[in-house]
């Protein structure tokens, strides 16, 4: 039997699951959550996979609630009416099994937590060519700006970090957004980008 969680925003969604798979003889629900920090407090390992909802309420960053529940090493099955780019593809690095896009097909849900308990990746092909995609290319300067701004440096303490003037911090920082709206895929929050490119090597210290 193949124990699952839900972690999700809308109350009514678990149930609506529980439902989905009522025909399903090898999997159960066994605990529910709305955030994951509730989850983690609630004594986890009773269950084998955890759906979560992309975008929950206490606005927590995906690729982070992924890593900690991976950290417990429970299999991570995203269940998101969200499927873009960006979100696919942090989710995924930071160590999620699957990325499913919610509909009402039980047969297509079942065989993909079925999939991440069995260890493997459960992505569609259309997915799976989003994750390939490669992100587009920023300079070193602006790799700095970003993992050092997108990790909670300020402007100013940014621009200290850099030796360079907190207007150029900004500069920068445009100029990264302009880069993702050009590929059609616009930034609300820039700091979700940290999750898009590999820890840059740490800066040299201002005046060297």
Known sequence: MIRIAVIDNDKLVPAGLQALLADTTDITLTQTA???????AATPGDADVVLLDLRLEDGSNPAANVAALRATGIAVLVHSVH???RHVRATIRAGASGYLIKDDEAD???DAIRTVHKGQLALTTELMTLINDDPPELSTQEL????????????????RR?????????????????????????????????????HPNPPPAAGH
């Open 108 to 110: 297509k849900l079942a």
């Open 162 to 198: 850099l030796g360079i003037a907190i207007p150029t911090v900004r500069s920068y920082l445009d100029r990264i957004r302009a880069k993702w709206a050009a590929a059609d895929e616009p930034v609300d929050d820039i700091r979700d980008l940290i999750h898009e490119y590999p």
């Open 34 to 40: 709305t955030t994951v920090g509730d989850y983690l």
């Open 83 to 85: 499927g873009d780019r």
């Open 144 to 159: 700095h700006v970003l993992y050092l701004y997108g990790t909670g440096s300020t402007l100013a303490a940014t621009a």
